[in-house]
């Protein structure tokens, strides 16, 4: 079966480190993106990275928040640098997964929670 997991990892220095990797039986995958969703609220686009290496971020984020993929590997991550209270929402990963060379799925990650506090 086809996933996207996510994780979260803090890293020396009080950064964060988000991970999604994509698990079972995948053929390909194209453009990855990072959400965001505060109770109550719309799902918000964060960043993407496109299969060609292009890189994509909101304004609220921008010089803050830096996506990497290696497209070796079917692991995406957001790394969060200068944190800020309103950065606190459920981060949901998003990807364009083929599973095969003749199917084509749009998929998110489960979510996974990020609190910042002052």
């Known amino acids: 079966q086809v996933q996207l997991v996510e994780s979260a990892l803090v890293q020396p220095g009080g950064s964060l480190r988000l991970s999604c990797t994509g698990t079972?039986?995948?053929?390909?995958?194209?453009?990855m993106a990072w959400y965001r969703q505060v109770p109550g609220k719309e799902r918000e686009w964060v960043a993407t990275?496109?299969?060609?290496?292009?890189?994509r971020y909101a304004d609220s984020v921008k010089d803050r928040f830096t996506i990497i993929r290696y497209d070796d590997e079917n692991t995406m991550y957001l790394e969060m640098n200068s944190s800020k209270v309103e950065d606190t929402a459920i981060y949901y990963c998003?990807?364009?997964?083929?599973?095969?060379?003749?199917?084509?799925?749009?998929?998110w990650g489960q979510g996974i929670q990020v609190t910042v506090s002052s």
């Open positions: 998003e990807a364009d997964v083929w599973p095969s060379a003749d199917e084509r799925r749009r998929m």
């Open positions: 079972g039986n995948i053929f390909n995958i194209y453009d």
């Open positions: 990275r496109t299969h060609g290496g292009r890189r």
